[in-house]
């Protein structure tokens, strides 16, 4: 006589065939969410090996007495925190003292990244209003002013601002509207020789942020200018509140990297005077090399990179957070 399977068998051979599916669902979606952290693991790997290393041995070099002959002789002498003090209170003989540069770079900063962006967001509402042809020389000499080395730059810029053999001296003399400027030589004082390399710096800058502007007003929605020019509204109205809330977030990204750029920048105030003349011209970025490489104390040069580095942390840090929290509501 056939046997028929009871009913507490029946009953677990259907939770154990509900239980799969279940286990299934809930491994895939573990995966699920996992995910996104997937896809970002190979650039936080990357990071962590391009600069998280080289911040973490510079952070220990800057504990150290390092110099030439540590180097040499690969010698590891620990002592403390006595770099940031010096870094903080006692300047090599010869360098102006911590303040003073801190100032300097701050204030060279704030020029440049102001100048940078006033004229990029200019040129940028240039462009949506000038003809194809003008647009494309425009944007070409822009192009080749953006994609010039830093290098070539400041030595162009030596030349045309050279006291016998310069271009600006001439057309100045030329203009006779400020008197003669033959022979004048610009890079006598700290505050003129600022002046060039601020004039060379914005000048590389302004391409990128003038393109990156222009393409966020060419996702403005026309109609929206066209509808408030047909209720009157003027020019500087329809700036003021369409296109620079629409460029919000992109205009306080453009500020975010110019800040960086600006405040670490190097190539072209060194190219330019070597931080003269009188060490007028000497911004951290400087100030690090000068000692680190001309004077071989590199644990010293090390706290003072750390320094800058906090310093420019502590500043962009809640800039950062009002730039995310802006980011989220579009």
Do not use: C
Not at 186 to 206: D, M, R
Request: a neutral charge; hydrophobic letters at 55%.
């Amino acid at each position: 006589m056939a046997r028929t399977p009871s009913t507490g068998n029946a009953h677990l051979g259907a939770s154990s065939q509900s239980a799969a599916p279940s286990r299934h669902r809930s491994s895939a979606r573990v995966i699920h969410d996992l995910m996104p952290y997937l896809a970002i693991l190979p650039t936080l790997v990357t990071f962590l090996v391009l600069l998280g290393y080289p911040v973490a041995l510079l952070f220990a070099t800057s504990l150290q007495k390092f110099g030439i002959y540590e180097l040499i002789n690969h010698v590891t002498t620990w002592i403390g925190l006595q770099n940031y003090y010096e870094v903080l209170f006692q300047s090599p003989q010869g360098l102006p003292d911590f303040a003073t540069v801190l100032f300097r770079t701050v204030a060279f900063m704030l020029v440049n990244v102001v100048l940078t962006i006033v004229g990029g967001t200019l040129i940028a509402l240039l462009l949506e209003r000038l003809n194809k042809w003008v647009r494309l020389i425009l944007t070409s000499s822009m192009v080749l002013a953006w994609a010039m080395p830093a290098v070539t730059g400041a030595v162009l810029f030596q030349w045309l601002f050279d006291s016998k053999l310069g271009v600006v001296n001439w057309a100045i003399s030329s203009l006779g509207i400020f008197g003669n400027y033959l022979n004048h030589d610009w890079f006598t004082t700290g505050f003129t020789t600022f002046g060039i390399v601020t004039l060379l710096i914005v000048w590389q800058a302004i391409p990128f942020i003038a393109f990156s502007l222009y393409a966020g007003i060419l996702s403005i929605p026309k109609e929206l200018p066209e509808a408030a020019r047909v209720d009157g509204a003027s020019e500087g109205q329809i700036f003021r509140h369409i296109t620079l809330p629409a460029l919000g977030p992109l205009l306080m990204m453009l500020v975010f990297l110019s800040v960086i750029w600006d405040f670490k920048v190097f190539t072209q105030v060194y190219a330019m005077a070597q931080g003269g003349p009188d060490e007028q011209t000497i911004t951290l970025s400087v100030y690090s090399y000068i000692v680190g490489i001309s004077e071989g104390k590199f644990g010293y040069a090390a706290a003072a990179s750390v320094v800058m580095l906090l310093l420019l942390l502590i500043v962009l840090v809640p800039y950062i957070r009002r730039m995310i929290k802006s980011l989220e509501g579009l």
